[in-house]
């Protein structure tokens, strides 16, 4: 939804309500026949997936000529430029005031930009850098967007290319602020650009996120879902769904979003054309192993890899996974194959690859909150044989494996192989040390795909299994656990001398905390040895994280929206206590307020640990009367109660109209799951309520 959708524009989208803004010039071009999409087909300007970076999620609009010359540097410098990041763009905030002169032409803002854009764009060039600018489709109106091209695209198109500009970016906010048909503006838009009077070639990127279905109700043919059908066609790469976040926030949960949308056509990908999944947000929101995850699946999406974080502010750390060489060249393969996923969609799910050798990528990626052990086959993602070579791309190991393709997968993680037939001398077989399993706290079973919730005293069942996975036994397996501090571990099990290929081994502990232990999180740690015929002693280290060490239960008669959770998600927003969603309004369903509860947009979940002291909970859901202030679409949610993984009191669909009240026996709960879901209609206008939610215990 680029770019800035502040003010009027913000509160129109959210309401679905912009009208339709049409000139008799622009009424001509909507409807203009498909002649001119005969004429604009795209040349391949990229073979492979372009990178590079952009102002929009780590500077929004407050950029300079100084702070672009400086990212370019930084670029250079940091060695992303080396690695292929080598695009340097400026999203919206270039354009003055009054963006167009007179005479028609474009204006950069002046304070800004005292010299005009050609110098810098010079100063790019002289980095060996390239250079990319934004405009939208739509015709520039006052109040409902920044800047537009509509009614000028030939005059821009040139103007872009006199400047010396190397990609174009092509947003939408204007055009559907004027009602325009996207396929036919895009088309003529993309004409423009390759006619343009210097015969620069521009990679064009077109941009049609603000009508995905998360924004309103559009008819088909303007969404962003349909781009694909005509895109590849006119252009080098096309956004598949909204933002991948907002300006310095960005959640892995929306990251898996867009990464789902985009895969929903790999059919037309091919060198040249790419499906954007929208740009890599490394440090603006998620954890290092959540961006691992959105670099390993970008990559195996063919996916342009364009930086949207201040990458003179990015560690180290970032700045290794993002010049990873392996991972790199699996987006660059010159088949330029989109992967898809191979069996069901699932909180684990595999997603293959083919790659120009024949050899395959292979995502093993975990959704859920706890780690996972992750296995799929060779035969699965399409080769065959009898032995296999795995290149693990992040930590550059190379295995040997009779067919089966493993790995231990953290929370919210992926394992990404390079994997092929293998010939000569076997290697070293594949062995995967599990991740630490903590499979009861007490005599109380964990339920599957939630970060363990313990508290102090607890005494934790856990186990690690060894599995063996190549053609020849490893020998002298042995595992070690170690918790937090003060954590005691003892074994429960005898290790064997030998795992056979294709054998596994479980090893247990039990795992004490100290009655005192802090609430907070912390991790348990798995260490791995075995040794191998002609390559000595392997090792191998795992990690369970997060383990939530709860705070203490509630206690007595009291709104549980006062007490501590242990993890709050909203949908697009933050929830909020003894508010609705969006913050300044009280709580209030068909006409009632309540001065205590939770406001959340869907898809949610809120969790409380209750330690088995509770054994009521009494409150109404519904859906917030504010949505009145927004639109009449959407507005309808699930609310779920789960104990200990078991639902205690399922809602159905809740519209705007018809709150519930619920109560529910809490008696032997320890891990209380708030849980809202979309109605099956997405999350647009849900804001849903958990009114005067009381707890007693």
């Known amino acids: 939804m680029r770019r800035f959708l502040g003010g009027v524009i913000a509160a129109a989208l959210v309401a679905g309500t912009i009208a339709a803004i049409t000139t008799p010039a622009v009424a001509a071009r909507a409807t203009s026949t498909g002649a001119v999409a005969a004429q604009a087909t795209a040349t391949v300007l990229s073979p492979t997936p372009y990178q590079g970076w952009n102002t929009y999620y780590g500077l929004g609009g407050d950029f300079t000529e100084d702070t672009i010359k400086s990212v370019a540097d930084s670029l250079v410098s940091r060695g992303l430029a080396k690695a292929g990041y080598d695009i340097v763009w400026l999203d919206g905030g270039w354009q003055a005031d009054q963006s167009r002169s007179a005479a028609g032409d474009l204006v950069p803002n002046p304070a800004k930009f005292p010299n005009g854009l050609k110098p810098l764009v010079d100063y790019i060039h002289s980095k060996g850098l390239k250079a990319g600018i934004y405009t939208d489709a739509g015709p520039y109106i006052p109040g409902k967007c920044g800047l537009g091209s509509g009614g000028y695209y030939q005059r821009d198109a040139d103007q872009f290319a006199a400047w010396g500009f190397d990609a174009v970016k092509v947003d939408y906010l204007c055009g559907i602020a004027a009602d325009l048909d996207p396929k036919t503006v895009f088309t003529e838009f993309a004409q423009a650009l390759r006619n343009n009077a210097s015969h620069r070639p521009m990679i064009f990127n077109l941009c049609n996120p603000v009508t995905s279905p998360d924004w309103g109700n559009y008819p088909e043919s303007q969404q962003s879902i349909n781009s694909w059908s005509y895109a590849p066609g006119i252009a080098q790469s096309w956004r598949t769904y909204t933002d991948v976040g907002f300006q310095g926030d960005i959640k892995f949960k929306d990251v898996l979003r867009n990464y789902d949308a985009n895969a929903r056509h790999p059919e037309v990908v091919k060198p040249g054309a790419f499906s954007d999944p929208d740009y890599l947000a490394p440090e603006l929101g998620m954890s290092d192993e959540e961006f691992r995850t959105q670099l390993t699946l ?42 898809v996923r191979v069996g069901a969609a699932g909180t684990t799910e595999t997603w293959v690859k083919r790659l120009a050798d024949g050899s395959r990528a292979v995502v093993l990626l975990n959704r859920g909150d706890s780690a996972k052990t992750l296995t799929t086959t060779a035969s699965a993602v399409g080769l065959s044989g009898d032995r296999f070579t795995l290149k693990n791309a992040w930590s550059n190991k190379v295995t040997d494996s009779g067919g089966v393709i493993s790995a231990a997968v953290p929370a919210h993680g992926t394992a990404l192989f390079r994997v092929a037939p293998a010939r000569g001398i076997p290697g070293v077989p594949h062995v995967t040390a599990g991740i630490p399993e903590v499979t009861k706290v007490g005599t109380d079973p964990q339920p599957e795909g939630a970060a363990p919730v313990v508290a102090g005293g607890d005494q934790l069942t856990v186990q690690v299994a060894v599995r063996n996975d190549g053609l020849v036994p490893v020998f002298a397996p042995a595992v070690t656990v170690a918790g937090g501090t003060g954590w005691t571990v003892k074994p429960l099990s005898k290790a064997p001398a030998l795992i056979e290929g294709g054998m596994q081994a479980t090893f247990a502990f039990t795992v004490t905390l ?83 509860g939770i406001g959340v947009a869907s898809p949610s979940l809120i969790r409380y640990y209750l330690g088995k002291s509770c054994s009521r909970l009494t409150g109404t859901v519904g859906i917030d009367d504010v949505v009145g202030n927004v639109g009449p679409e959407g507005g309808t949610s699930t609310f779920q109660v789960v104990g200990d993984g078991k639902v205690l009191f399922d809602s159905g669909t809740v519209d705007r109209f018809t709150p519930k009240q619920f109560d529910v026996d809490l008696t032997g709960v320890r891990v209380l799951d708030l849980l809202v879901g979309d109605a099956g209609d997405g999350g647009y206008n849900d804001r849903a309520d958990w009114a005067a939610p009381t707890a007693t215990c």
Not at 309 to 327: E, F, N, Q, Y
């Open 298 to 339: 970008w990559a195996v999406a063919a996916a342009p890899l364009v930086v949207g974080s201040d990458v003179r502010k990015l560690s180290a750390t970032t700045i290794g996974m993002l010049t990873d060489p392996d991972v790199l060249a699996i987006n660059q393969d010159k088949a330029a194959v989109q992967a």
């Open 514 to 596: 100290p009655a005192g232990a802090p609430p907070g999180t912390a991790s348990l740690t798995a260490t791995t040895t075995y040794q191998t015929i002609g390559y000595g002693v392997q090792n191998q280290t795992t990690v369970l994280s997060p383990v939530v060490v709860a705070p203490a239960p509630p206690s007595g008669t009291v709104p549980l929206s006062h007490h501590q959770w242990i993890t709050a998600t909203s949908g697009w927003m933050s929830p909020t206590i003894d508010e609705s969603v969006g913050g300044g309004n009280p709580i209030k369903l068909t006409g009632t307020t309540y001065s205590t």
